[in-house]
């Protein structure tokens, strides 16, 4: 499986965009990229997925360059309630669900 | 949906007791998993199951810990005896069809596990 690399922490305000890259420089040619968020006390939700270029949902977007050996999740104005850790996972269908130590985010007022 | 469900919220045992969690999955996932997360160890993988079949249990730390599905609604997760080192968040996630596109997990509220 990839191996994927994402800051440990960001601080951000709120209102602010924010944006966390993931790096996975040895992704393979059926690898797909994987987000999910997880808040305190809850299991982790799924934000958004992709293989390439960019995806949008009502919630994020994922933007995966022509070499895919990075991605970034871009979280638009974001408030307090998106204070959570956001992790980047990188596998084939059937292997896309072993997490790393994921990003923690903090939206400050 | 009530989505993933895992009973009991919390529990507290001591050191040696025999601790048994549960989890139904989302009616038609036909994947199940457990996780354990710690904040040393992060969200560990600890067992998957196909078809209520288990696929890898590479994740399960020793024979202490045990894991069946006797079907497609119903998991337990046991531990057998417990230790203090066994405090941890268990989670479980169920999925539809990991072979295709867009097959994301949903997981349960977890399990909070403390052995005194």
């Known amino acids: 499986l990839a191996k994927t690399t994402q800051p440990i922490s960001m601080d951000s305000y709120e209102g602010q965009e924010v944006n966390i890259t993931c790096s996975h420089n040895?992704?393979?040619?059926?690898?797909?990229i994987t987000w999910y968020q997880q808040f305190p006390s809850q299991g982790p939700r799924f934000i958004i997925q992709g293989y390439k270029t960019k995806v949008t949902n009502e919630v994020a977007s994922l933007f995966i360059p022509a070499d895919r050996k990075s991605s970034t999740l871009s979280l638009p104005r974001v408030s307090l309630s998106d204070t959570a850790v956001y992790y980047c996972?990188?596998?084939?269908?059937?292997?896309?669900?072993?997490f790393g130590p994921g990003t923690r985010l903090s939206v400050l007022p | 949906d009530a989505g993933v469900i895992q009973s009991p919220r919390h529990e507290v045992t001591e050191m040696g007791q025999e601790v048994t969690l549960r989890c139904k999955p989302i009616s038609g996932h036909d994947y199940l998993f457990w996780y354990r997360q710690t904040m040393m160890r992060g969200l560990e993988l600890l067992i998957y199951f196909n078809n209520n079949v288990p696929i890898d249990d590479s994740g399960m730390p020793e024979d202490r810990f045990s894991a069946k599905m006797p079907n497609a609604s119903f998991s337990t997760l046991k531990i057998q005896p417990s230790e203090p080192r066994d405090s941890a968040v268990y989670f479980c996630?169920?999925?539809f069809g990991q072979g295709t596109y867009n097959s994301p997990l949903h997981f349960g509220n977890g399990t909070r596990l403390t052995v005194t």
């Open positions: 996972l990188v596998g084939p269908y059937g292997q896309n669900f072993v």
């Open positions: 996630a169920s999925s």
């Open positions: 040895n992704i393979a040619t059926n690898d797909y």
